[in-house]
């Protein structure tokens, strides 16, 4: 057992599942020597050779391309996208063919590929280094989407994500990669290559990151340590006990945790980081309202990033969900 | 750089060269039948979306040397990665051809789709130039496993504006992989010529900005197509990396059967051309050296037809896809739950037994195409 943070655990799974299987190859933008500009793949190149890990020149399309060329050899390629703008270049190579091989090839062939991006604001970042891609992702068939928010969830969907068949799109909330540390087993949290699905059930599950049953707030990546912060001053200053749901999957969404954690607390919050319109929180609250309306003592609040560019860092505090707002939110449901 | 590659003449002022090594009197006959059978295919689904009996079809005529002569330097545990142009490549590598009709019939699922790695076969790819960068990391994937598995991809001159195209080359480059870039310049892309696509002369010099080995060759030739293929080929499978084969040629016919091309060009220049297009001209090379008899010409044509009769009757007795299939392999790790909610949603909705083609335009281009039946 070690103490480790979210960069340290993905390492560590970069490393077992290398271990486990020589047909996971990772391709990106000085992913290699240097071991990424995060360091998640630090110290992979010298334990696998630059076969297996590799940097690539800089072309997201090529990368990703070349990716899906590998996967339909056999190899199962983990994509480090430097940072979440960066993937826009790659953006048609995940939707018209990543997204699609499965389904054009009469499921023999998908696309097996992880793709990680470090996406999101908080680390007073440059100009066009913090967007929330991760809606544009959810809405194209044919991909998974998913986003841990502790060491030991990105240890384990890693490990998943790289396991199953379908593309995973990965997203990594690098405000909180080295926010804190956590006691992260170096056994296998699960067996790796028996084909019993495993990766399905890591890949497809809310988690309750705090227990309660007055308040619904559900949210994913780097807006859940805020959440729970924010639920703790509710405790202290209403006497409200809020459920934080972590949703880890972003697609599928994990339905079942979200309605019963709305129909048993009646009043909902959805928090999320990226714009507001058409995001996860609009089809959370869709989905809060075709199935729970009757449940529900007050619509469905929504705390995001707003309608417009993710702005320089000297407002990128003005932009982004805060305990604040999130308390704020939650008191506009609790009080309607 | 300008210097074409050029091996059969035109039986008149342009004299053959001699056969390249490594192709017997047998190759050549089986060359002249893939040919055939590509023209065959072509033709018949030109006229099948002109009975309204297949939708939107995007035509190759013509461009059968480019296909098959690259296709006939190929080892079979090569990859082939073909844009829509392409579409049928497949059937000289066991796809049926009913199932490339299929596809253009607008059937999906298992009808109108194959598995690649049955036949290394990549499924057809339908925006420009993308599938470029799979053929590199396919070739790169071989490299890895120390396998001497190398690809080939065919695009056009109009891909070669395309992003994908510079960072396929870069890519295959760098990491020295066994790729053909194999690209047919027909000088149209739709309706722009190549001088409003480029400013260079050729395509082939854009291989020196990568470092990539080039040749130009005479794409209506399909032997001059198979040397360059080949030659590209045994350098990349020495370690040499990757070469680009710019295969210059004519667009004879429209880009597809909803394209009228006299409405951007003089189609008399496309008559200028038409002497050189390759399946009478590789008839003619066979039967000036000899190896083919007018007979054997009639029933390799003969043949042809029959294959591709029997695959119109086949893709015709498949029954309109049930609604289900547009749930099926969309992922492979299973369904998620929305699509049980789907088609629980479409099992109460009337659905009309049959969507037909909506036929043939009835624009000034119509019926242009039909024609070369």
């Known amino acids: ?336 | 750089m300008s210097e074409i590659l050029r091996i059969i003449g035109d039986g008149k002022e342009i004299p053959d060269a001699g056969v390249p090594d490594g192709l017997s009197d047998k190759d050549l006959v089986e060359m002249y039948r893939w040919l055939v059978l590509l023209r065959t295919f072509d033709e018949r689904a030109v006229a099948l979306q002109r009975q309204g009996r297949i939708g939107t079809y995007a035509l190759y005529w013509g461009e059968e040397a480019t296909q098959a002569g690259a296709l006939y330097a190929c080892a079979a545990t090569d990859w082939v990665f073909p844009s829509y142009r392409q579409n049928s490549i497949g059937i000289l590598r066991g796809v049926p051809a009913a199932t490339v009709l299929a596809w253009w019939r607008g059937f999906g699922g298992v009808h109108g789709f194959w598995n690649p790695r049955e036949h290394r076969v990549a499924p057809i790819c339908v925006p420009i130039a993308t599938h470029l960068p799979h053929a590199v990391g396919l070739a790169w994937a071989a490299k890895i496993k120390h396998e001497s598995t190398a690809s080939l991809t065919w695009f056009g001159d109009g891909a070669t504006s395309e992003g994908d195209f510079h960072e396929a080359m870069n890519f295959a480059a760098v990491m020295k992989t066994a790729t053909v870039f194999f690209c047919v310049n027909n000088q149209w892309a739709i309706s722009t010529p190549i001088h409003k696509q480029m400013a260079t002369a050729t395509i082939a010099e854009k291989g020196a900005a990568y470092a990539i080995p080039a040749i130009r060759v005479d794409g209506f030739d399909p032997l001059a197509c198979w040397k360059a293929t080949k030659e590209a080929l045994e350098r990349g499978r020495a370690g040499d990396g990757p070469s680009l084969v710019e295969a210059y040629c004519y667009r004879l016919k429209a880009h597809g059967t909803a394209d009228d091309p006299r409405l951007y060009r003089d189609e008399s220049e496309a008559g200028r051309w038409m002497h050189l297009e390759p399946v009478g001209r590789m008839a003619g090379f066979l039967k000036r050296l000899g190896i083919m008899t007018a007979e054997e010409e009639e029933s390799i044509r003969a043949e042809a037809k029959e294959s591709i009769a029997a695959a119109v009757k086949e893709m015709e007795s498949i029954e309109q896809p049930g609604r289900e299939i547009l749930f099926e392999h969309v992922y492979a790790s299973g369904r998620p739950w929305t699509f049980d909610e789907g088609l629980a949603e479409l099992e109460g909705v009337e659905r009309p037994p049959e969507v037909k083609p909506l036929g043939p335009p009835t624009g000034a281009g119509a019926g242009e195409e039909g024609k070369t039946q």
């Open chain 1, 1 to 336: 057992m070690s103490q480790r943070t979210m960069v340290e655990a993905l390492n560590l799974a970069l490393h077992q599942a290398m271990e486990h299987d020589d047909r996971v190859v990772l391709l990106g933008e000085d992913v290699a020597k240097t071991g990424g500009v995060f360091r998640v793949t630090a110290g992979l190149l010298d334990r696998f050779g630059e076969e297996r890990v590799v940097d690539t020149p800089l072309a997201e399309a090529g990368i990703i391309g070349s990716a899906i060329g590998m996967a339909v050899y056999g190899l199962l390629p983990v994509v480090e996208i430097q940072f979440d703008v960066f993937v826009y270049p790659g953006f048609e190579q995940i939707v018209t063919h990543a997204a699609r091989y499965a389904w054009r090839t009469k499921g023999e062939v998908p696309a097996s590929l992880v793709i990680r991006i470090p996406f999101g604001g908080g680390v007073r970042a440059p100009e066009l280094h913090s967007d929330s891609p991760e809606a544009l992702f959810v809405h194209v068939p044919g991909l998974k989407v998913v986003c841990p928010t502790t060491p030991n969830d990105a240890r384990d969907m890693m490990l998943a994500a790289i396991e199953d068949p379908d593309p995973v799109i990965f997203m990594e909330p690098k405000r909180i990669y080295r926010a804190g540390r956590e006691e992260v087993s170096d056994e296998l949290p699960f067996a790796l290559g028996n084909g019993d699905g495993r990766y399905n059930e890591v890949l497809s599950k809310a988690r309750v990151a705090r227990e309660g049953d007055d308040l619904a707030i559900i949210t994913y990546g780097p807006t859940v340590p805020l959440t729970i912060q924010a639920a703790e001053r509710l405790a202290q200053e209403r006497g409200v006990q809020a459920r934080v749901v972590d949703l880890r999957s972003l697609y599928p969404l994990d339905v079942d945790a979200i309605v019963e954690a709305a129909s048993t607390c009646g009043r909902a919050l959805v928090v999320h980081e990226a714009p507001r319109t058409a995001g996860l929180g609009a089809e959370v609250s869709a989905l809060i309202h075709e199935r729970a309306i009757l449940d529900l003592e007050a619509p469905v609040i929504r705390v995001t990033g707003y309608d417009v560019p993710f702005p320089q860092f000297a407002n990128e505090d003005d932009y982004l969900p805060s305990v604040d707002r999130i308390t704020a939110g939650a008191n506009k449901v609790l009080d309607f």
